[in-house]
Structure formats: C-alpha cells, structure tokens
C-alpha cells in the first residue's frame, strides 16, 4: 500500500478546502453504471471527497461511474458521479 504524508498546510484567507489536494497518479478501470461504458484512465489529483481523473474515453457531466483501482497488489472500488471541477 502506497502511503503519502503531506505537512499541514496554512489556510488563506478566503479559501474553503475541506481537505488537502493531493497530486497522486493511480491506473483505474472505470465502469459506467447503467450504460455500456468501460475504460481505462488514471488519477490526478485525489483529496478526502474525490479524484480528477482522465480516460481513454470522453465522459459526460451526470454520468455515474465504478471505477476500480489497483496498487501494490491491494484493490479498491469505488462509485462516483462526474461533474465539472
């Protein structure tokens, strides 16, 4: 399991994070749910309530997808819904 420590960082003034950004690139396979739609991509950046992701195929705003990842032998899965960042 890949294990990543960021220093705490100060806040300022007017910024509203919930959690740390965090540049972190982990392959996945993405599913969509309810629609045919399978495709490889990979993390960007990853914090505490979501990732940016890219893939091999164009998704669309809404679209509700499991996406699956697999680092050092270990595997989660996880479901989602796109929308713009």
């Known amino acids: 399991m890949t294990h990543v420590e960021?220093?705490?960082?100060?806040r300022v003034s007017g910024e509203s994070r919930q959690s740390t950004?965090?540049?972190?690139?982990v392959g996945i396979e993405a599913q969509g749910i309810?629609?045919?739609l399978t495709c490889e991509g990979e993390t960007v950046v990853v914090n505490l309530h979501?990732?940016?992701?890219?893939?091999?195929?164009k998704l669309s705003v809404g679209?509700?997808?499991?996406?699956?990842?697999?680092?050092?032998g270990q595997?989660?899965?996880r479901q989602g819904c796109?929308?713009?960042s």
């Open 6 to 10: 960021i220093p705490p960082q100060k």
């Open 75 to 77: 595997a989660c899965c």
């Open 50 to 57: 979501g990732a940016m992701i890219v893939t091999d195929a």
């Open 63 to 72: 679209l509700r997808i499991a996406y699956s990842c697999h680092s050092d």
């Open 82 to 84: 796109l929308r713009r």
């Open 34 to 36: 309810g629609v045919p």
């Open 21 to 25: 950004r965090v540049r972190l690139k």
